[in-house]
């Protein structure tokens, strides 16, 4: 029998759209079945697994936000049958040994990565976790307390680019499977049980649903014995969710999170038509690194704003979903079929935010207005190839990008960059940028204190002089800022919702606000 989800809201008709990526991992023959992803490396004394479950927080039943990750956590974190949490721990220590989950809307990864001389000892308590894991009350009432307090305390307190992203998320997938928290919120974790956990497990961790991921200098008939031992898995799948085209955003829409924070975090964004499956996304992809690639230089958001007027640590724009990988390379692992193009700017003092909106919304316009130059084509698709040498360095990030690439119908993803990226022109670039960028129709939130002010000051349309602490700043950046001071928005009042950053999360969605 078929595993099916007890979402009720979305799932009605919903279809296999996510095929492909089951048909094209290795042993798939049919939606029921097991699949492989295998990348030997004779010789190598390591092995990394990734065990992905084609099941993420989208899936959560209506109600029950959180219950994902709880659920998956518990595997993770809460031992087996027949050994405690604290009895692996102390297992794992001498291997040098851990378990790590990573979680997002469509797919969940448990990964690891074990020296060869502890391959045996390692799986034989890592299949228990997977396959028979022990579902104590203790486990599920401390991880679940832990998340609780994240939702509730840690989220809202002390992470303000986390925080600001997630109520980006909420505004851009009102109404949406991909509208709800990951980690869910204090009503929704606070109702969950142990028996919702342990009938998530039962109805979504089954064979269809799993694809198991190997690489390194494992033993040749390894990998079929953990095939063996993940047949055992009852038979079934969870059909794909059907997911209907994000919410299109009318103007500049804000949601201000009245907060005491001596600086203000900005994130903004809109949803675009493409994913990694697209023709499109490589000269997307070179846009989005000349416009504001994740931690370097050679961005203009960062040039504009943290190099030239020593604004804040960092302003970063991206073309789908990002996650942070080893500080500066997005991580695999999180594959999605729909996609949002976003800006990130941190922290900003208090005094300057409404001028960096501005000169961040005039840039992008600039962009789509104007495209990109040859010059700083040729530099940004240059480094771009370079760069993306660098995403796969480690055993356990080439096996989760060759994992990515089958969930977009790619054989390797990153050789078919290296061999798309020589080939586009600029005027492939700067048409892709005109197809999905825009300037007029974004998402923003806010985490500020006086949001009231704030509020004024955008529906005003009053100038915004910047104020610096160096008295010498250049005559040409000084000339840009008149002009960006008094660029004009057109932010409507109704389109500005206040609300006190500890109301967000404690229930669904974003709270009314005023």
């Given amino acids: 029998m078929k595993a099916r989800s007890t979402k009720t809201a979305w799932l009605g008709s919903a279809i296999l759209a996510g095929t492909a990526f089951l048909a094209a991992c290795a042993g798939s023959s049919g939606p029921d079945r097991l699949t492989t992803e295998l990348l030997p490396v004779p010789g190598n004394p390591l092995v990394a697994f990734r065990i992905l479950t084609k099941i993420g927080t989208a899936e959560d039943p209506t109600g029950k936000d959180g219950l994902c990750r709880l659920a998956w956590n518990l595997l993770a974190e809460g031992g087996s049958r027949l050994r405690t949490a604290e009895d692996i721990s102390r297992a794992f220590f001498p291997m040098a040994a851990s378990v790590s989950l990573s979680l997002d809307k469509e797919t969940a990864v448990f990964s690891a990565t074990i020296h060869r001389d502890n391959l045996a000892a390692f799986y034989a308590i890592f299949k228990e976790m997977l396959l028979d894991p022990g579902f104590r009350e203790e486990d599920f009432n401390r991880l679940k307390a832990a998340q609780l307090a994240f939702v509730e305390k840690t989220l809202t307190g002390n992470m303000d680019e986390q925080f600001g992203k997630e109520i980006l998320s909420l505004m851009l997938y009102e109404g949406h499977p991909f509208g709800r928290t990951d980690a869910g919120t204090v009503e929704t974790v606070g109702g969950l049980t142990l028996d919702d956990a342990k009938a998530f497990y039962r109805e979504h961790f089954v064979r269809g649903n799993i694809t198991i991921g190997l690489a390194g200098g494992y033993p040749e008939e390894f990998p079929e014995e953990v095939r063996r031992d993940f047949e055992k898995l009852p038979e079934g799948f969870t059909p794909r969710l059907a997911l209907p085209p994000a919410p299109t955003p009318k103007g500049l829409q804000f949601v201000l999170a009245e907060k005491d924070t001596p600086g203000t975090a900005v994130s903004m964004g809109f949803p675009v038509s493409i994913t990694k499956s697209d023709k499109d996304f490589f000269a997307l992809w070179v846009a989005g690194a000349h416009f ?223």
Avoid: C
Wanted: aromatic letters at 10%; zero cysteines; glycine letters at 6%.
């Fill in 292 to 514: 504001g690639e994740h931690r370097q230089h050679v961005s203009l958001l960062f040039q504009k704003i943290r190099e030239e007027r020593g604004q804040n640590y960092g302003d970063y724009a991206y073309i789908e979903h990002f996650v942070e990988g080893r500080d500066k390379f997005p991580a695999p692992g999180h594959a999605r079929r729909q996609q949002y193009f976003s800006i990130w700017i941190r922290p900003l003092p208090n005094s300057n935010r409404h001028f960096v909106i501005r000169q961040t919304l005039r840039e992008l316009k600039r962009l789509v207005d104007e495209g990109l130059s040859e010059e700083r084509f040729e530099l940004v698709r240059t480094y771009l190839l370079n760069y993306t040498k660098l995403y796969a360095q480690t055993l356990d990030e080439r096996l989760g990008w060759r994992m990515d690439s089958r969930f977009y119908g790619y054989e390797d993803f990153l050789a078919e960059a290296a061999r798309i990226l020589p080939r586009l022109t600029r005027n492939d670039v700067n048409a892709a940028v005109k197809k999905y960028l825009q300037a007029s129709d974004i998402r923003i939130a806010v985490i500020t204190p006086d949001a009231g002010q704030l509020r004024d000051d955008l529906v005003s349309n009053k100038p915004s002089p910047i104020r610096y602490a160096n008295p010498n700043m250049p005559s040409g950046v000084i000339n840009e800022d008149t002009v960006i001071q008094i660029y004009s928005l057109d932010v409507r009042p109704e389109n500005v919702r206040i609300v006190p950053a500890g109301e967000f999360f404690r229930r669904p969605g974003i709270p009314a606000g005023r």
